[in-house]
Nanobody, 122 residues
């Protein structure tokens, strides 16, 4: 498995932007599809975005389409989540995780990071 560390969270005003990073340890990063998830207080964790091993395929939750973009740099063992036009309802802890496929269900993801807090003020 791979070890993941998220960063880049913070406090931002509504309409602002943040870029999250997820750094992976080990030499096998490019063999994993990667996903971003989020969990707001009192709510279940939900899928945000996923990217294939090569980065050629991506998919998004409906509520972030057109606002968020997932990307990866396999040379840097890092996956990113560019978040634009942020809304207060985007406030949550954001997690990255690895999977065998970019079409994996949440239950199929593993090696979860510790999360990074994103707070969007109105």
């Amino acid at each position: 498995q791979v070890q993941l560390v998220e960063s880049g969270g913070g406090l931002v005003q509504a309409g602002g932007s943040l870029r999250l990073s997820c750094a992976a340890s080990g030499r096998t990063f490019s063999t994993y599809a990667m996903g971003w998830f989020r969990q707001a207080p009192g709510k279940e964790r939900q899928f945000v975005a996923a990217i294939s091993r090569s980065g050629s395929s991506t998919r998004y939750a409906e509520f972030v389409k057109g606002r968020f973009a997932i990307s990866r740099d396999n040379a840097k063992n890092t996956v990113y989540l560019q978040m634009n036009s942020l809304k207060p309802e985007d406030t949550a802890v954001y997690y990255c995780a690895a999977a065998a496929s970019w079409m994996a269900t949440m239950a199929q993801y593993h090696s979860w990071g510790q999360g990074t807090q994103v707070t969007v003020s109105s």
